[in-house]
């Protein structure tokens, strides 16, 4: 369960950064400025710039929290949906205990597997490593298929909110999910630069990225 919980949310995470198209240039104080480093960053696995741009441990951690919220209120209605995927074949109270106990260990393992990712010369050296290197991988293969454009920023005192569209390409991973808007919020740090900081649409986002991993799932024939 870990393992498939794990998956979604680093997709939901790699979402929320992948590479930008049709970017012109902005001073390095605006949040489109931001916006833009942070997705080259993730596409160009650098870390440090990632880790300037965007607060990777809150913008993880709320987009677990707020996935899994998702997943223990409505995992009836998602069994209903995908009936065979025995991820799905419990119920709010078991899901919402589950997910509280299993917290801390679930978001060791996402960012793990986003260290692995956006460093390919960290060589694994536990089981959960291999697990974590494993999801790092595919993520870099879903990358090369997706590009996001920005369509609004919409910038009050400190604060901006942004909404992105991800398109995916013609492959089989393209279109597993063809569009995706994707809304987000950055705040200005101390020395005027702008740092993303959460997905402000994961409700809207929540069923298409699920549907995508249940795709993903009977693609690679494992249900």
Known sequence: MKFKRGFIAMLAFLIAALGLSGYSYQSEWTPTYALAEFMDGVRNHDAQKVARYADVAGLTASLYDESTAILARDIESLHAAYPDDWFFRHDTAFMKDHIA????DDLVFIR?????YLDTDIVPISR????????ADEAEVFEKHYNVRIDSVRQEGDAADATMTV????????TLLPKLTVKVR?????DGHYMVKRVTNVGEAFPPVVKAVEDYWTMKGWQ
């Open 167 to 174: 398109m995916g390409d013609a492959g089989d991973y393209g």
């Open 128 to 135: 959960m490593d291999g697990n974590a290197r494993w999801v």
């Open 101 to 104: 106990r299993h917290r801390s």
């Open 186 to 190: 950055l705040e200005a740090q101390e």
């Open 112 to 116: 793990r597997a986003e260290e692995l």
